[in-house]
């Protein structure tokens, strides 16, 4: 019989008393949080403006050229009151597949060319969206609080140097269905955001559908280590290993370690 119990509310609360102390031990007022409409980022914007006041939080929307949920993104900003700004990086995205050579412009001699990949192509957004994140949180000598968690890290749902990159992560230990009912308890936020269902927002799927796997055995798997389903318990372990390095700071070689 399991034992494990979640409080959404004393969840909720520790956060905000966690963000607020961070924030006072490193001497930081502001933070600035990407806002994609999804559940992750419009948490983490209610948290931290619960934490540090509406007027210290920048929400920062970052779409690709077009993105048809955009509207989902300004209406977190505006139900939270932040202040928000729109950056859209098409055009950044674009000239990065000129000048590597993936827009059909010839190399120079002697120069190896660079395919065209799609999961390349994918994960440049994220890449592209946390530089953008850094140069303005940088400007307003802020923090970059991060928007991730556990499910997405365990299964290496993420982009290295993309989405795993922050100043703090608010919701790194918590599971996809716990950021749901922790979403639930702040009245402030629109229930169809905080319950809608994730998506990269690229292939047109859901994440559980591009990976395969159910956020729900994900969550009984790190919760009562396992989802029921040996098969599937396998595959997020396997998963799990694979995507390690995205959890931990770069191997360092150490020439003078003894073997």
Do not use: W
Not at 15 to 28: D, H, N, P, S, W
Not at 49 to 75: C, F, H, T
Not at 143 to 172: I, P, Q
Request: hydrophobic letters at 35%; a negative charge; charged letters at 30%.
């Amino acid at each position: 019989m399991s034992t494990y119990q979640f409080n959404a509310e004393a969840t909720r609360d520790r956060l905000v008393e966690l963000i607020r102390k961070t924030a006072e031990r490193q001497g930081f007022s502001r933070v600035v949080i990407g806002i994609s409409g999804g559940k992750d980022s419009t948490v983490t914007a209610a948290l931290c403006a619960r934490a540090l006041g509406k007027e210290n939080v920048y929400g920062v929307m970052l779409p690709d050229g077009e993105q048809k949920d955009i509207s989902d993104s300004r209406k977190v900003c505006e139900s939270l009151g932040i202040n928000q700004r729109t950056v859209n990086i098409g055009a950044i995205h674009q000239a990065l597949k000129a000048v590597t050579d993936q827009n059909g412009i010839t190399a120079e001699a002697g120069e190896f060319s660079v395919e065209y990949s799609r999961q390349a192509d994918i994960n440049v957004g994220p890449r592209l969206r946390m530089t953008v994140l850094r140069y303005i949180a940088q400007a307003l000598n802020a923090r970059l609080a991060g928007t991730g968690n556990l499910s997405e890290a365990t299964t290496g749902y993420c982009t290295k140097d993309g989405d795993t990159s922050c100043d703090f992560a608010v919701l790194g230990k918590l599971t996809s269905v716990e950021v749901v009912e922790v979403g639930k308890t702040i009245a402030e936020l629109p229930r169809e955001l905080v319950e809608k269902t994730p998506s990269d927002g690229l292939s047109g799927k859901s994440d559980e559908e591009n990976m395969g796997l159910r956020y729900a055995d994900i969550h009984l798997y790190l919760r009562e280590g396992t989802c029921g389903n040996p098969e599937t318990d396998e595959k997020i372990r396997r998963r799990e290993a694979a995507n390690m390095h995205k959890r931990r700071m770069p191997l360092t070689l150490d020439p003078f370690e003894k073997e």
